[in-house]
């Protein structure tokens, strides 16, 4: 949950606030990531709560086999390569260094391994980002690309960028919420449609973000054309596609769209017949895509499974934008139930067709209200919920309307709080990465950044903070308290603490419980 909640210098047993609460890390390598410079995210920060351990996670699963060469002497590798000799590779993704989803640099080496190893014809399409980065810096990262593709065509390989747009408004839409992102970026990838025809994509980027108030973020899609107008690169039949983002979310609706046969989300007007491998498998459980270039990190024995196959009944809810995060993700990138006797899932729709700060309660109170009733029943051993506003809505970087979101988010903190009282139970609140805790850019200094206008800049991103953990209820006994001798632990320390709390004792080769009994 991304819920700032700081409780009372005293709880109910009269100890003092830090024996009940914490910070825990939810970035870098404390969640699997290569290094502490990168952020958090839902996905890696749900496998650590749910797994108990640290895996290599995304990005770093990709850079060991970049670096190693593995990647291209594994199956997914050849399965694309076999349409190089008289067809098009392209690399559809997000052009940013981010690190959330995808960075540049992966890209530039996959387009030179692909080229050395037969591809000679090559076709990017790009979505520009301005949410995980700066706005704006899509022109930079545009002209670093066009730089690398030119020098491949000093060396024979015909390489350039056939399509783009903004990541929240052509292809990179998530959890179903809205199939017309996916069909603005079909149209420009494949048919080589959009209302904007370029002979370059630096030139398409700078003139698109001349319009008013527009942003990486929400570019609208383009095309690149040749003199005659004729688009430079459409998909077409005995082409190999490759989706070079390694986060799973916002590429799963396109990974559909590129594979299935039967598909009725909107009307793609024409299938070509091509071999499609993603960066990663994005969905485990639906083997989707079937093909890909880095195998995922296989997570067994989740805390999940064990307290599940020792009869814990579960309940778990959110919303859809966060709805895989407390099931799929959790559950170590497994879809369905372990037991679904023991088990109940509830999603309940988000809003889609508007952006988030535009509602910025989102379905909070529904997910309070829901969490209360499971609680109340008293049919559950566990209940977990997600509340994303502070995330959802962070990312808007409207100010006003984060406020409102964090309120709701309390207030249906509270709700669970109380019916959690009601029924003698215990409490664990965290987050599974920050975000709406700091809405501005900063210097080195921790200082404001102004732009050119004097205006403070605001920050969409996740942050690298971490995150408070607080324990509590009146069914946590009087002795328990967080020890002082894990002072780095982060979320895959969460797995261990609440095993403890339902009375079991993890695994060996989980992380370390961050809490002790004291008499």
């Known amino acids: 949950m991304h819920v700032h909640v700081r409780y009372n210098e005293v709880d109910q047993h009269g100890q003092s606030a830090p024996d009940r609460w914490r910070l825990v890390r939810a970035h870098g390598t404390a969640v699997g990531l290569p290094t502490d410079d990168d952020m958090g995210n839902s996905e890696v920060g749900h496998n650590a709560l749910g797994a108990g351990r640290i895996y290599a996670q995304g990005a770093k699963l990709v850079d060991l086999a970049l670096a190693s060469g593995k990647i291209y002497e594994d199956e997914g590798f050849n399965y694309i390569k076999e349409s190089f000799a008289n067809n ?49 810096s899509s022109v930079g990262f545009a002209e670093t690309l066009e730089k690398d593709l030119a020098d491949l065509r000093s060396k024979g390989i015909d390489a350039e960028v056939a399509s783009g747009g903004g990541r929240m408004y052509v292809t990179m839409d998530r959890y179903e919420n809205d199939w017309e992102v996916v069909k603005r970026g079909w149209d420009a990838q494949v048919l080589g449609e959009a209302p904007h025809k370029f002979k ?54 396109l990974a559909q769209a590129l594979e299935y046969e039967k598909f009725d989300k909107f009307d793609r007007v024409r299938f070509p017949k091509i071999r499609y491998a993603g960066m990663l498998q994005y969905d485990g459980e639906l083997k989707l895509p079937s093909h890909y270039l880095v195998s995922p990190p296989l997570i067994e024995r989740t805390s999940g499974e064990y307290l599940i196959n020792n009869g814990i009944r579960t309940f778990a809810c959110s919303e859809t934008v966060k709805f895989g995060h407390v099931t799929f993700f959790w559950n170590g990138n497994r879809s369905g139930y372990f037991n679904s006797e023991l088990e109940e899932y509830v999603e309940i729709p988000s809003d889609s067709g508007i952006t988030f700060n535009v509602q910025p309660k989102m379905k909070a109170l529904e997910i309070g209200e829901k969490a209360c009733e499971a609680i109340l029943s008293r049919k559950f051993d566990q209940v977990r919920v997600n509340i994303p506003n502070g995330d959802m809505v962070g990312h808007t970087g409207d100010i006003e309307a984060t406020v409102v979101a964090c309120k709701a988010a309390d207030d249906a903190v509270k709700m669970i709080l109380d019916a959690i009282k009601e029924v003698g139970g215990i409490y664990v609140v965290t987050a599974d990465h920050g975000n709406a805790e700091d809405m501005v850019k900063r210097n080195k200094k921790g200082e404001p950044l102004l732009d050119k206008d004097g205006k403070v800049q605001i920050l969409t991103s996740h942050t690298l903070q971490p995150v408070p953990l607080a324990i509590g209820g009146p069914g946590l006994a009087a002795g328990v308290k967080f020890r002082k001798d894990v002072p ?24 370390t419980t961050l809490i002790e009994v004291v008499d």
């Open 88 to 136: 098009t590779l392209h690399l559809i993704g997000l052009m940013s260094d981010g690190g959330v989803h995808s960075r540049l640099d992966q890209l530039q080496l996959l387009l030179k391994g692909a080229s050395e190893r037969g591809a000679k014809k090559i076709r990017v399409h790009v979505l520009t980002d301005g949410r995980d980065v700066m706005d704006g």
């Open 200 to 253: 370059s994509a630096v030139e398409a980027i700078k003139k698109l973000r001349e319009a008013p108030n527009a942003n990486d973020q929400y570019l609208p899609p383009f095309v690149i054309v040749d003199e005659s107008g004729k688009p430079v690169g459409p998909i077409m039949d005995g082409d190999a596609v490759v989706t070079f983002n390694f986060r799973a979310d916002r590429m799963t609706m």
């Open 488 to 511: 780095n632990g982060g979320l895959a320390n969460v797995a261990a603490t609440v095993m403890n709390l339902h009375g079991f004792v993890a695994p060996d080769d989980y992380e």
